[in-house]
């Protein structure tokens, strides 16, 4: 069975505290995405990863951070520095070349 | 700076009717435009890409639209069913890496 998987689907963490966000995929894409989407918006690019070991800032990336140690996988830390952590994030992936974006079930964040 | 606007946060029809939803932007030229269907709480799924030179594109019971002149895109959902009910994102797809945007979608409620 073929796709992205996310987890936890609902993390809850205290105010200051760093927390990663898993994102993996077996469709052999290169491309991952890091998103985040908030009640009336539209998805905002957190960060994204092209091919392994390389992975460049998107609109919002103050306050996040990534790996791409695995093809595979592309987790996200949300540091103490984020203002606003609390959302819903978003993995997906893609095969060039069109952009088109499988996405993973999400993970919806709350810090208390 | 670049827009994409949805137009009607949200859009109530009846069963059988045909849905149609709009996609409008600004200082953008897209090379590709996406229509993604996302249910609450759940990634979206793509449903069709569009090319710039592409004037309609249809699948089953949906057809899109994409006029470069008046930087739009119309999505219609033919006889509409309660199953549809969900929120219609689109998304601009430059030429350059990682230029894609979405909209913030319309939620779509398909009464029977």
């Known amino acids: 069975d073929g796709g992205i998987t996310q987890s936890p689907k609902y993390l809850f963490r205290k105010e200051g505290q760093n927390v990663t966000l898993s994102c993996e995929q077996n469709?052999?894409?290169?491309?991952m995405y890091w998103y985040r989407q908030d009640p009336g918006q539209g998805l905002r690019l957190i960060y994204y990863?092209?091919?392994?070991?390389?992975?460049q800032k998107g609109d919002i990336a103050e306050g996040y951070s990534v790996s791409r140690e695995k093809k595979e996988s592309f987790p996200l830390t949300v540091t103490s520095a984020q203002k606003n952590p609390t959302a819903f994030y978003l993995c997906?992936?893609?095969?060039?070349?069109?952009?088109?974006?499988?996405f993973g079930p999400g993970t919806r964040l709350t810090v208390l | 700076s670049q827009k994409i606007e949805q137009n009607s946060e949200a859009l109530n029809i009846q069963e059988g009717k045909t849905a149609t939803l709009t996609c409008n932007y600004t200082?953008?030229?897209?090379?590709?435009l996406q229509w993604y269907r996302q249910d609450p709480g759940r990634g979206p799924v793509f449903l069709l890409l569009?090319?710039?030179?592409?004037k309609e594109k249809r699948k089953e019971r949906l057809k899109v639209t994409f006029d470069t002149t008046l930087k739009q895109s119309l999505f219609h959902i033919t006889a509409s069913q309660p199953a549809d009910s969900a929120t219609y994102l689109c998304?601009?797809?430059?030429?350059?890496?990682?230029?894609?945007?979405f909209g913030a979608g319309t939620r779509l409620t398909v009464k029977p």
């Open positions: 997906a992936s893609s095969l060039p070349p069109l952009d088109t974006q499988y």
């Open positions: 469709l052999n894409h290169d491309a």
């Open positions: 990863s092209q091919i392994v070991n390389d992975f």
């Open positions: 200082n953008y030229s897209p090379a590709y």
């Open positions: 569009i090319r710039e030179n592409e």
């Open positions: 998304a601009l797809d430059g030429v350059l890496d990682n230029d894609m945007r």
